[in-house]
């Protein structure tokens, strides 16, 4: 009874505090097959169920592997205020510079994606179809991260500013309530020359919309009525407190289509780098 227990309760956190929430880790990860050229698509398809179901495998292993939290996010701003002007790219030497306990403290996640871009390619070099398919379900998983601007701040769950929670609020209540009416297609996937240099980029990306997605919610929070604020929600079978419908509408209007691109680029991001070195569009898997 108390292992299950703790495991519900292990749920329950992942459900709330998950990177981009289940539901919108899912639909990045099946939807981005549907960007690959064709001759990668199908066996993506064949095996879509798969990597659905692991697309939050990456999420789960932080309650078993402590070295695990550290590839999803990058606080970028603890290396100043233009970050990506200053952090080498390459990982010596930012080691070098910062020292490697350093960059564990304060995230790994761009040097994560280069290093399981990697492993995809070993993989598929090997034609290990397990590795491939276990492989893209965590190099996807830690794109998607990297599009999250909270994942690039030392102030990811607006802890340091009394915005307890918005971390839920921008990437799983938004996704969940309006990505039905999101535009999601992102075109076609197109290989990717430095998959470094691209994870690095996507970081940059994100951390310049950081600061918008924290002082929004604060402008909002000022004006909007206290008392409607929060609702009990639905999660699985159980009501728990959570921001309510109205209030992430008004925050969602406010961000003029933010999470919807954000989900859109991650589409497209988790596709190209699925395309491994050595396998141009026309190459047969």
Not at 176 to 183: G, P, T
Not at 200 to 221: G, P, Q, W, Y
Request: net charge positive; with cysteine.
């Amino acid at each position: 009874m108390k292992r299950a227990a703790t495991f519900a309760i292990c749920i329950l956190v992942l459900l709330t505090t998950s990177s981009w929430g289940f539901f919108a880790h899912y639909k990045i990860g099946r939807l981005a097959v549907y960007t690959l050229p064709k001759a990668m698509a199908g066996f993506y398809k064949a095996n879509i169920d798969y990597l659905t179901e692991h697309a939050i495998s990456a999420d789960k292993r932080r309650y078993v592997d402590s070295a695990e939290a550290r590839r999803h996010f990058l606080n970028a701003d603890h290396f100043g205020k233009y970050p990506f002007k200053v952090i080498p790219h390459n990982w010596y030497d930012a080691a070098l510079k910062y020292t490697a306990d350093t960059l564990d403290k304060y995230g790994t996640v761009p040097w994560t994606i280069q290093y399981q871009y990697y492993r995809l390619v070993r993989a598929f070099k090997e034609h290990d179809t397990t590795a491939i398919l276990n492989t893209s379900a965590n190099l996807g998983h830690y794109i998607a991260d990297a599009h999250v601007p909270l994942h690039l701040t030392q102030n990811y769950n607006g802890q340091l500013t009394g915005q307890d929670g918005i971390h839920a609020l921008w990437e799983s209540r938004l996704p969940e309530l309006f990505s039905d009416n999101y535009r999601l297609y992102a075109g076609r996937a197109r290989y990717i020359e430095n998959p470094l240099n691209e994870a690095f980029r996507i970081c940059n990306s994100s951390f310049k919309s950081a600061d918008t997605v924290l002082r929004f919610e604060r402008m909002l929070s000022k004006t909007f009525p206290a008392e409607k604020k929060y609702a009990l929600v639905l999660h699985g079978k159980k009501e728990i407190k959570d921001y309510s419908a109205g209030y992430a509408k008004a925050y969602h209007m406010m961000l003029h289509g933010m999470v919807e691109k954000r989900m859109r680029s991650a589409i497209l991001a988790v596709a190209a780098f699925g395309i491994p070195h050595g396998l141009t569009q026309d190459s047969r898997i």
